[in-house]
């Protein structure tokens, strides 16, 4: 049984810092692209970040230079680091390897 288990989000300040967490189970990981992807109140969900299974990895335009996504194949676990975080950062946050069904996501939420 797949389980993607997101975790670490919460409520910060603009130009804040957070780091998420991605624990995988049921799927060979250590082969897989892993992504990061978000989705605002009435907005489509979009796709943030992915990592390859050797470590490649791309950004989506507005969190590059801000946003790190890492990989731990020993412990079957995806990151993203985020740094200066802005409002617009606000978002469910899920991670998955293309499959169809979704975990609950993470809150972020960027407010002063």
């Known amino acids: 049984q797949v389980q993607l288990v997101e975790s670490g989000g919460g409520l910060v300040q603009p130009g804040g810092s957070l780091t998420l967490s991605c624990a995988a189970s049921?799927?060979?990981?250590?082969?897989?692209?892993m992504g990061w992807y978000r989705q605002a109140p009435g907005k489509q969900r979009e796709r943030v970040a992915t990592?390859?299974?050797?470590?490649?990895?791309d950004y989506t335009d507005s969190v590059k230079g801000r946003f790190t996504i890492s990989r731990d194949n020993a412990k079957n676990t995806v990151y993203l680091q985020m740094n200066s975080l802005k409002p617009e950062d606000t978002a469910v946050y899920y991670c998955?390897?293309?499959?169809?069904?979704w975990g609950q996501g993470t809150q972020v939420t960027v407010s002063s």
């Open positions: 998955n390897y293309g499959s169809a069904d």
């Open positions: 990592i390859a299974w050797n470590g490649n990895t």
């Open positions: 049921g799927i060979a990981f250590h082969i897989r692209t």
